[in-house]
C-alpha cells in the first residue's frame, strides 16, 4: 500500500498501458480519476480498481482539448483536495511512411502524444508547486529515442515527451514536483492494432529478449515512480522496460 492515501490522476485509462498503472495504483493504495475518450471503456477498469477499496472517479475527456483537460485537473481536486500523481498515458500510434504521410496524420499525432501531455502538465503543475510535492510521469516510448521506420510521426512525438519531461522535471524539482517518463518497447496492448503484421515480426525478431512486454510488467515502474521512497531520486529520468531494444 506504498500509495495509500495518495491521488492519482491517469490519462488513457480505458485499456492498456494506462489502465494496467490504474489498477497497480488502486492495488498499492491510491484513491484515482481515470481518464479517457471513451467514457464506457473506463467501467471495466474503474470496476477492478474499486474492488481494492479506493475511490475511483471517471472523466471521459479529449485530452488534446485545452478547455476539457483544464476541467479534468481543476475537478480533481475539487473533488479529492489535492493531486498527487499525474500519469499522462493516453496516446495514438498508426503507421506511415514519410513520403506518404497526410500532414493530418502529422498534426493528429503531435496533438494526441504531444500537446495532450503539455496540457495536462500545465493545469496540473500549480496545484503540485502550491503543495510542495507532486510526480508526473509521461508514457513516451523507446522509437523516441532511436526512431522507427513508419513512424517518423510517432518516434517524433515520443521524443517530445522525453525533452518535455527533461526540460519540466527541472522547472519544477525545487518545488518538491518530480518528472519522469517511461519509455516502453513494444507491449501487447490494442494500441498495436494499428501497426502491421510485418512491422511486429520484424521487431520482434530484432529483440535480445525476443518478445514484446506486456501491460502487467510496466506498471511496476509507474508505481515506484509514484512511491516514497522508491521515487524520490528519480528527477528527468527515462525508464525503459523494452525488451532491450534499446540500451542508454
Request: charged letters at 20%; proline letters at 6%.
Amino acid at each position: 500500500m506504498v500509495l495509500k492515501g495518495k491521488v492519482a490522476l491517469v490519462t488513457g485509462a480505458g485499456g492498456g498501458i494506462g489502465a494496467g498503472i490504474a489498477e497497480a495504483y488502486a492495488e498499492a493504495g491510491a484513491d484515482l480519476v481515470l481518464a479517457d475518450l471513451n467514457g464506457d471503456s473506463m467501467e471495466p477498469v474503474r470496476e477492478r480498481c474499486e474492488a481494492h477499496g479506493v475511490r475511483v472517479k471517471t472523466v471521459a475527456v479529449d485530452v488534446t482539448d485545452p478547455h476539457g483537460t483544464k476541467e479534468m485537473i481543476d475537478g480533481c481536486v475539487a473533488d479529492f483536495g489535492r493531486i498527487d500523481v499525474l500519469v499522462n498515458g493516453a496516446g495514438l500510434l498508426t503507421e506511415a511512411p514519410l513520403v506518404e504521410m497526410d500532414p493530418a496524420l502529422w498534426d493528429q499525432m503531435i496533438s494526441v502524444d504531444l500537446t495532450s501531455v503539455f496540457l495536462c502538465c500545465r493545469w496540473a503543475a500549480p496545484y503540485m508547486v502550491a503543495q510542495n510535492s507532486g510526480r508526473i510521469i509521461n508514457i513516451a516510448s523507446q522509437l523516441g529515442i532511436k526512431g522507427g521506420e513508419g513512424l517518423v510521426h510517432y518516434s517524433a512525438a515520443k521524443a517530445g515527451v522525453i525533452g518535455l519531461t527533461k526540460a519540466l522535471a527541472r522547472e519544477l524539482a525545487p518545488n518538491g514536483v518530480l518528472v519522469n517518463a517511461i519509455a516502453p518497447g513494444p507491449i501487447e496492448t490494442p494500441l498495436l492494432a494499428g501497426i502491421t503484421e510485418q512491422w511486429r515480426d520484424a521487431k520482434q525478431a530484432e529483440l535480445p529478449l525476443g518478445r514484446f512486454g506486456t501491460v502487467r510488467e510496466v506498471a511496476p515502474t509507474a508505481v515506484l515512480l509514484a512511491s516514497d521512497p522508491g521515487g524520490n531520486l528519480y528527477v528527468g529520468q527515462v525508464l525503459g522496460p523494452n525488451s532491450g531494444d534499446v540500451m542508454p
